[in-house]
């Protein structure tokens, strides 16, 4: 039997979950705008998933995945508050969420960290979350 990746797989739950928030949607111009890659030629606000690392946490034979994952929200021009504001919408609606990873149990979803800052070189605001999760390989 094929497993699904945990990665994948987390990714996924996330999408769907933030999919459905209405007042998220809004604050991104109308639908949420979650990309593995930058959209070419696309204008803020929008959020890019941005670098995870998924490590093993087996205990007492359950198949168990820590995850460290970022997610990062570029501002409109001239606005970091737009970013911010998504960026705590997104954390007030992940931070313990309960929510659905094909394949896995979600055990675990934390916010660790929300940061705003600037680019030097371009002036864009950002609003970067990390946040730590653990899933369970569904039997």
């Known amino acids: 039997m094929t497993r699904s990746s945990p990665l994948l ?5 996330l999408l769907a979950y933030l999919a459905a928030d209405t007042p998220l949607a809004a604050l991104m111009g109308g639908r949420l705008r979650l990309y593995d890659e930058p959209p ?4 803020p606000v929008y959020a890019l998933f941005g670098p995870s690392e998924v490590s093993d946490d087996s ?5 168990r995945h820590r995850h460290a994952f970022a997610l990062t929200v570029f501002a409109k021009p001239g606005s970091a508050r737009s970013a911010l504001e998504v960026a705590e919408r997104i ?16 055990i ?26 653990v899933t369970e390989v569904a039997v």
């Open 40 to 43: 070419r030629g696309a204008a």
């Open 59 to 63: 205990v007492d034979g359950a198949q």
């Open 91 to 106: 954390a007030a609606r992940l931070d313990e969420a309960d929510l659905a990873v094909s394949g896995h149990a979600l």
């Open 9 to 13: 797989a987390l990714r996924a739950g």
């Open 108 to 133: 675990l979803l934390r916010l660790k960290s929300l940061a705003g800052l600037r680019d030097e070189r371009t002036g864009e605001g950002r609003a970067t979350l990390s946040f730590e999760a």
